[in-house]
C-alpha cells in the first residue's frame, strides 16, 4: 500500500491479497474465491467524513459479488469493462454515472474500471430538509441514472472538483469552511441530478410575495457576521426568517443575484483583505482561497479578477 497525491494505493498481481483489499475497502462487500490464471488489481482511495472515493481496475477477474448501501448513496462512474448490479426491486447497468441501489444488491462484472464517490444519506437528506423546510421530509430516489445529458455533465463536473481540488488537497483539506461547503455542494448535486422525492416539490407558494426590506437586512447581517463559517442557504434564510425559496426570490428581485452569489462575492472582499496583509502574516494566494472556501486557485484567481480587475498575485505583492 502507498500513496499518491492523497489517495492511498494498491496494485497487485495476487488474487487473495486483492480480494481482501476489496472486501476491506468496501467494508459490506462478500466475493467469492478467485480463481483465475491472470489478475491485476489497482485501487484508490481517499476519504473525509462522510465521503469516500474510490478507484478500481480489477482485469483477469470476471465474477459476482454481494454488498448492502444501506445507509449509503453510492455514485458510480464505469470508465471501462461492464457492470450490471441487481436489487430485489431493480436492475441498474454501469454507465458514466449512476447511482447504486440502496441496500443489499448482488453484482457482476467483466474487465472492471469503476470510480466510485459515496456519501452517507442521511446527509443528502438533512440538506433536502433544510432547503425545502420541512423536518419531515423523506428522501427518495426514483431512478438510478441522471436526469438529461446536462444533468450528467453537472454531477462530474462537481464530483471531481470535490475530489481533485479538496479531498486530495491538503491546503484546501485543511479549511472547515471549504470541506463544508464541499459536502453542501455534492449533496445538491446529487439532490438535482437523479430522479427523487427532492425534486417533486413545486415553488414556495410565499416566494413570490412582498418581501419586507427587513427580511433582507437580517440575511445580508447574517452573512457580514457568519462570513467565515460554514454558512448556506438554509441557515440564511432562518436568520432573514423566510422559506430558502423566498429568500432566492427576494435577492433576484431586490438585488439581482442570489443569496449565495452574494456570499461568494462578500468571501473574496475578505480574501482581498487578506491578501493586502498576505506578507505580514506569511500567507500563499493558495491559503487565502481556500480560507474563504475556494478550492480550486485557478478558478479563484478569475473570479477575483472578475470582481477587482487583476490577480490575487498582484494584490499581495502591493
Known amino acids: 500500500m502507498g500513496t499518491s497525491e492523497g489517495w492511498s494505493v494498491l496494485t497487485t498481481r495476487d488474487p487473495e491479497e486483492g480480494r481482501a483489499a ?107 430538509r433544510a432547503l425545502i423546510g420541512r423536518t419531515d421530509f423523506r428522501l427518495e430516489f426514483t431512478g438510478h441514472h441522471p436526469l438529461t445529458e446536462t444533468h450528467r455533465k453537472y454531477w462530474q463536473a462537481t464530483a471531481g472538483h470535490v475530489v481533485e481540488h479538496v479531498l486530495v488537497n491538503r491546503v484546501a483539506a485543511a479549511s472547515p469552511l471549504l470541506l463544508e461547503q464541499s459536502l453542501r455542494g455534492l449533496a445538491t448535486a446529487v439532490l438535482q441530478t437523479f430522479p427523487n422525492s427532492f425534486l417533486e416539490h ?29 454558512i448556506g442557504l438554509p441557515e440564511i434564510a432562518a436568520a432573514a426568517r423566510l422559506s430558502p425559496r423566498g429568500l432566492q426570490a427576494a435577492f433576484r428581485r431586490h438585488l439581482g443575484t442570489t443569496p449565495m452569489a452574494y456570499l461568494r462575492t462578500v468571501r473574496i472582499d475578505a480574501a482581498r483583505r487578506d491578501l493586502l496583509a498576505a506578507a505580514s502574516r506569511g500567507d500563499t494566494v493558495a491559503a487565502v482561497a481556500a480560507r474563504w472556501g475556494f478550492a480550486h486557485p485557478g478558478r479563484f484567481s478569475a473570479v477575483y479578477r472578475a470582481q477587482y480587475g487583476e490577480a490575487p498575485g498582484d494584490t499581495m505583492r502591493r
Do not use: M
Open 22 to 128: 476489496l472486501q476491506q475497502a468496501y467494508r459490506r462487500l462478500r466475493l467469492p474465491r478467485p480463481e483465475v490464471s491472470r489478475f491485476e488489481l489497482s485501487l484508490a482511495g481517499t476519504a473525509y467524513g462522510p465521503l469516500t472515493a474510490q478507484r478500481l481496475r480489477l482485469i483477469g477477474w470476471d465474477s459476482t459479488g454481494a454488498n448492502d448501501s444501506t445507509g449509503l448513496l453510492c455514485i458510480g462512474h464505469l470508465a471501462h469493462g461492464r457492470l450490471l448490479v441487481c436489487s430485489d426491486r431493480t436492475e441498474v447497468t454501469g454507465g458514466p454515472a449512476f447511482l447504486f441501489p440502496s441496500g443489499p444488491y448482488a453484482a457482476r462484472w467483466k474487465d472492471l474500471g469503476l470510480s466510485t464517490l459515496t456519501v452517507e444519506a442521511e446527509l443528502v437528506e438533512d440538506h433536502a
Open 202 to 230: 413545486g415553488e414556495d407558494p410565499h416566494s413570490s410575495a412582498q418581501v419586507h426590506p427587513a427580511a433582507l437586512r437580517r440575511a445580508i447581517a447574517y452573512i457580514e457576521t457568519h462570513l467565515a463559517e460554514p
